[in-house]
């Protein structure tokens, strides 16, 4: 027999239950497939946690044709939560000082992810246009959070570094920064010695998602030793997507 074709709803997590729901999905991608761990993974319970997550609004995709099944996760903490946090996820690796000093609202986007059996379909769509509808919702006007690569080898991510660094760098006003000790320069290989097809090829679809909704990169990448990844800081200006981008934006994009 097939499987039924999924029949995705969204909804913010309503309490433990789907908070928990999440944090075992992130478990799944975060840490069995790309071996990451942290201070508050419980690898027991099979859930990965950190202390963002009680101040953190969870945007979740659920599958009701397989029983409820979570298929996408989104974090989504504003201004509020983060003081409560004391201070975003983020700013362990990028100083956050020009988009504080916008004076905008802003949203933090973190540990998005899909469950293998889901990826390359429609959940990403349907996360997407959660996302939309809460910033929507909210008013958040600048919209950032940690993407990543796989892996820490940055002779083999010295393409794709490179070319987010010629094409994709934010402007001064929202330009944050890697903080030391563990920054890195992206600017590895001059624009014109790069093979830009090839290079495009190797940056994570999520991160050429966020690109064609008019999203930028900010200054020097960050080593995650304990996720093994290396980040780069994406901002995206809600004001600035011209009306293509804000259709892309609202019908969402695949991963």
């Not at 309490?15 to 944090?23: H, L, R």
């Not at 006003?173 to 890195?184: D, I, L």
């Amino acid at each position: 027999m097939t499987a039924p074709e999924p029949d995705f709803r969204l909804r913010l997590a309503r309490g433990g239950e789907d908070v928990a729901a999440a944090q075992r999905l992130r478990y799944e991608v975060f840490v069995e497939e790309l071996g990451g761990d942290g201070p508050m993974v419980d690898h027991a319970a099979r859930l990965e946690r950190d202390r963002f997550d009680a101040h953190a609004a969870h945007l979740l995709v659920v599958d009701a044709a397989a029983g409820g099944r979570v298929a996408g996760v989104y974090r989504l903490l504003d201004e509020a939560g983060a003081a409560q946090a004391g201070g975003f996820y983020s700013e362990a690796e990028f100083d956050l000082a020009p988009l504080r000093a916008s004076g905008r609202r802003l949203l933090e986007l973190g540990r998005s992810c899909l469950h293998r059996d889901y990826r390359g379909g429609a959940a990403m769509y349907h996360l997407w246009n959660g996302l939309a509808e809460h910033v929507a919702q909210t008013g958040a006007e600048v919209l950032f959070g940690v993407a990543s690569f796989h892996g820490t080898d940055l002779d083999a991510l010295a393409a794709p570094l490179s070319l987010l660094h010629h094409r994709h760098l934010a402007p001064p006003g929202q330009r944050v920064a890697a903080r030391p000790p563990g920054a890195v320069a992206m600017d590895r290989i001059p624009e014109d010695a790069l093979d830009r097809q090839q290079a495009l090829l190797a940056i994570p679809a999520l991160i050429k998602a966020y690109l064609r909704l008019g999203g930028t990169v900010g200054e020097g990448a960050w080593i995650d030793r304990d996720f093994n990844t290396t980040d780069v800081c994406l901002v995206m200006d809600t004001a600035r997507l011209n009306a293509r981008q804000s259709r892309i934006y609202t019908r969402g994009a695949a991963r």
